[in-house]
């Protein structure tokens, strides 16, 4: 079973940027990886998805500021978010997902705060 490690997340000012980055303790070549984001109240909702083949799919509050891809040699996928929002602000999880879109496992979330 495969676990994962979120981290860069932080506070940061409008307009900025951060990468998070997203280490497995194993292969995540068979997975699609995904970044859901968690605002409080909230839901967790996707942001953005990469599969196998490194198609993407992003939220539409993510379209065009976000970019999430993977590096299966490393074991680590990553989100670079620019032009950051405070509503951008949530505790952003990693996750990996097998055949059928079973869920293989969830990270423990990196917070990221939009704020000046």
């Known amino acids: 079973q495969v676990q994962l490690v979120e981290s860069g997340g932080g506070l940061v000012q409008p307009g900025g940027s951060l990468t998070l980055s997203c280490a497995a303790s194993?292969?995540?070549?068979?997975?699609?990886m995904g970044w859901y984001w968690q605002a409080p109240g909230k839901q967790r909702e996707l942001v953005a998805s990469i599969s196998t083949a490194t198609s993407t799919n992003y939220a539409d509050s993510a379209k065009g500021r976000f970019t999430i891809s993977r590096d299966n040699a490393k074991n680590t996928v990553y989100l670079q978010m620019n032009t950051l929002k405070p509503e951008d602000t949530a505790v952003y999880y990693c996750c990996a997902r097998g055949r059928f879109g079973i869920t293989v496992a969830w990270g423990q979330g990196t917070q990221v705060t939009v704020s000046s």
């Open positions: 194993g292969s995540i070549s068979s997975y699609t």
